[in-house]
């Protein structure tokens, strides 16, 4: 019996289906999901959310959120999502590329909110490069 798996944000669903295995990056790591899980619930960090269908592996770049594992159904509610058939690979290189330089220049100010927006624009440009790969 395959899982259902939703992937919502606020302005759209992003993936709602069967997957026989999904791979969530939680906040404490990554974090399997099989048919059968015990039911939890759990923070998911800024990463790559893998899904298998059959022997097909597909890949959603996530930007934060929540998980939540009941009785076969994953329900996936996130702040952003992005499929990797969506993501141009060049031009998210670029941006990762463009971001690592922006956050290095803060290497001298630890506290400054800048540098905070610079290290999570880092994050969301490497989940979406991951995604791709």
């Not at 944000?9 to 999904?22: H, I, K, L, T, Y």
């Not at 009941?70 to 990762?96: F, K």
């Amino acid at each position: 019996m395959p899982l259902t798996l939703r992937v919502l944000c606020p302005d759209q669903s992003v993936f709602d289906g069967s997957a026989d295995e999904v791979i969530l990056p939680s906040t404490s790591g990554q974090m399997g999901v099989l048919p059968g899980h015990i039911s939890l619930l759990t923070a998911l960090d800024v990463g790559v959310l893998r899904l298998r269908e059959g022997s097909k592996w597909t890949s959603i770049a996530l930007m934060g959120g929540f998980a939540e594992v009941e009785a076969n159904e994953v329900n996936v509610l996130v702040n952003g999502a992005e499929p990797a058939s969506s993501i141009d690979a060049n031009t998210v290189q670029a941006e990762l590329d463009a971001a690592q330089q922006v956050a290095s220049g803060f290497e001298t100010k630890p506290n400054s909110p800048e540098k905070f927006k610079a290290q999570q624009a880092l994050l969301r440009a490497k989940a979406r490069v991951q995604a791709v790969k």
